[in-house]
Nanobody
Framework: QVQVVQSGGGLVQPGGSLRLSCAAS????????MDWYRQAPGKQHESVAG???????HYADSVKGRFTVSRDLAKKTVNLQMNSLKPEDTAVYYC????????????WGQGTQVTVSS
């Protein structure tokens, strides 16, 4: 049984910072990609950032230079450091981890609310 649990998030003023974390546990042979997505009210689910099994990263244009994704494979965690937050970053954030356990599948975190407001 594989579990993916998120932590972090909350309410922050514009220009502030938040850190999201996501931890995978259970019967895990290996981890491939680890990604962050978000969904704002009335908007489509969108990819925010991700890191591959070899450490390559990608970011949505809207967060480049402000967000940083990192991982610790030994701890099976992925983090999203969010700086210079804007009201338009307000959304529910989800982590997605591609895990071999032994079959390869996507596992989603429970979602975390991030609200950027003064």
């Amino acid at each position: 049984q594989v579990q993916v649990v998120q932590s972090g998030g909350g309410l922050v003023q514009p220009g502030g910072s938040l850190r999201l974390s996501c931890a995978a546990s259970g019967s895990i042979f290996s981890i491939y990609a680890m990604d962050w997505y978000r969904q704002a009210p009335g908007k489509q689910h969108e990819s925010v950032a991700g890191i591959s099994n070899v450490g390559g990263t990608h970011y949505a244009d809207s967060v480049k230079g402000r967000f940083t994704v990192s991982r610790d494979l030994a701890k099976k965690t992925v983090n999203l450091q969010m700086n210079s937050l804007k009201p338009e970053d307000t959304a529910v954030y989800y982590c997605n981890v591609v895990i071999n356990s032994p079959r390869i599948a996507n596992y989603w975190g429970q979602g975390t609310q991030v609200t950027v407001s003064s």
